[in-house]
């Protein structure tokens, strides 16, 4: 045991591979926003913007590793974790200029842009954060303090950028403000918050865990430090678990619904020709739509029964009769299958009969054109 626990502490050893002079330099110097660095946001925002347009996953996750917004943030992070004042007034000041950029040209882009919204459920789904995005965060947060206090560098930051999505909420906020929409201004914002929030008290937490130098600073701001973390944590985690709860209730009962529509398509003379699945994290709805003959009352009464066996409740299910009549005629609705059925079988066997025509055709070319072949050999 001894062995295995000594073998265990040398692979995770981090001691020989940290430069922690190296790493500090190289966040401070990319906390700023000006010059190039403005440039290539502004750009990097109409690149995740259009591919939020046209729901492009490729274009977006371009605009991510392009987009130099990491800087800021870890630098918020560090100045938290080594007491230094200075840096954290100038990444908060970069910070707050980061995102209003960012928010300044989604804004515009949605304003000005012909292009209509092809999928507005991928940016529905930077309005709703939850606890697994604290999560990303915070595991993004991890690697990417990592990476830049490694000695030798490789591609890990690209890789947070990506997975932690910092740029596609600030565009969804540029979205909400073009279409006067609180919901996607908010929610988005709440997430690119959480996001950025959690990769900062990452890279405190590593900040302290790697033995970063600390500033000089008293003893009262060294204690003030951990309590505004704990604040933060303590309001930013809260509204995600309520917001995890009902990602998984919505997904339970879209699982549940389908299950329940499977396994119940025909009622007696009718029949479940369609459904919808609306979700919002309160409350579900499973929309119904039957053709056939109308349900009477009993008949829903045993539907709804069933339905509860799934999970699902009366007030939950919605029926739409519109395509059923009343009385159906048992024996027209057999005949009329019947002539469907029909009408079908002479359309295949036509098409039957056109493709063995073609197929007599094309080895009476292929026969004629064997027998033109050894005529030319043996002459």
Do not use: W
């Not at 922690?20 to 440039?39: D, L, Q, S």
């Not at 960012?102 to 999928?119: D, E, G, M, T």
């Not at 201004?185 to 600390?214: H, P, R, V, W």
């Amino acid at each position: 045991m001894d062995r295995f626990h000594r073998y265990l502490r040398r692979i995770v050893y981090l001691g020989d591979d940290i430069d922690r002079v190296a790493a500090v330099a190289a966040i401070k110097k990319n906390i700023y926003f000006r010059g190039p660095n403005v440039i290539i946001l502004a750009c990097a925002i109409i690149i995740a913007s259009i591919g939020l347009n046209v729901n492009s996953i490729p274009v977006i996750i371009g605009a991510m590793l392009i987009s130099p917004v990491m800087g800021p943030i870890l630098g918020f992070g560090l100045g938290l974790g080594t007491n230094d004042t200075e840096l954290l007034k100038n990444s908060l000041k970069n910070f707050a200029v980061m995102v209003v950029i960012s928010i300044i040209v989604a804004s515009l882009y949605f304003l000005i842009s012909p292009l209509k919204l092809s999928n507005p459920t991928e940016l529905l789904a930077r309005t709703r954060p939850t606890i697994y995005d604290v999560l990303i965060a915070l595991a993004g947060g991890v690697a990417g303090m990592l990476e830049n206090s490694r000695k030798e560098r490789g591609t890990v930051l690209s890789g947070v950028a990506i997975a932690t999505a910092l740029m596609p909420p600030l565009c969804t906020v540029g979205y909400g403000i073009a279409i006067l929409n609180p919901r996607y201004i908010f929610g988005a914002l709440y997430l690119f918050l959480i996001n950025g929030i959690f990769i900062a008290l990452a890279t405190f937490f590593m900040a302290k865990f790697l033995g970063f130098e600390s500033a000089a600073v008293s003893e009262e701001q060294r204690r003030r430090n951990p309590r505004i973390v704990a604040a933060v944590l303590l309001v930013m985690i809260v509204p995600s678990v309520f917001s995890a709860i009902g990602t998984i209730r919505d997904n339970n009962f879209a699982i549940s619904a389908e299950r329940f529509v499977q396994n119940n398509k025909t009622i007696g003379s009718s029949y479940i020709f369609a459904h919808d699945i609306h979700l919002d994290g309160r409350s579900q709805t499973l929309d119904i739509y039957l053709a056939g003959e109308q349900l009477d009352y009993t008949a829903k009464q045993i539907l709804l029964k069933n339905a509860l066996s799934y999970g699902l409740h009366s007030d939950q299910i919605v029926f739409h009769e519109e395509a059923a009549v009343q009385n159906l005629n048992k024996n027209e609705l057999v005949r009329d299958l019947n002539e469907n059925y029909l009408r079908k079988i002479q359309e295949l066997n036509q098409t039957i009969m056109e493709l063995q025509v073609e197929l007599a055709k094309y080895k009476g070319e292929e026969k004629a054109r064997a027998a033109k072949a050894d005529t030319s050999k043996n002459k």
